[in-house]
């Protein structure tokens, strides 16, 4: 299985990067983030899930881990469990509206994240194999 970064999708025209790339190195891995409390995707990571939609539709053997995560601000675990449940369907939704099959999207939620900045947590990290 091979981890596939959406920031060398866009900068690599759509090749895949396994982690070792010179692109990699210098803009490390760039999961989609969201507002706080929220659902709704900043534009930037907009603008990469919709680049990986399209690697996505040109590569239909491949499939899509996404793992959800909140920061620990929210009201209580199971509030945070369902934030994170919730982003991995919006992020597992938006693709299938792009051309990706429902069925090649395998989603987890994780809840809470602890270790790094708030915003940091607040996002899906999607894994191609």
């Known amino acids: 299985m091979k981890k596939i970064f959406l920031c060398c ?64 601000t929210g009201v209580d675990a199971a509030y945070n469990m369902d934030l994170s449940k919730r982003r991995v369907e919006t992020i597992r939704d938006h693709l299938v509206k792009k051309g990706v099959a429902k069925d090649r999207i395998k989603t987890k939620w994780h809840g809470t994240e602890r270790g790094h900045p708030y915003t940091k947590h607040r996002r899906v990290d999607i894994t191609v194999k």
């Open 9 to 72: 999708l866009l900068a690599l025209g759509l090749a895949a990067c396994a982690g070792d790339c010179a692109t990699h190195e210098q803009n490390a891995k760039a999961p989609v983030f969201f507002k706080h409390n929220s659902v709704e995707i900043l534009p930037d990571s907009l603008a990469q899930l919709n680049d990986g939609a399209i690697y996505m539709t040109g590569h239909r053997f491949k499939t899509i881990q996404l793992d959800g995560y909140a920061d620990e």
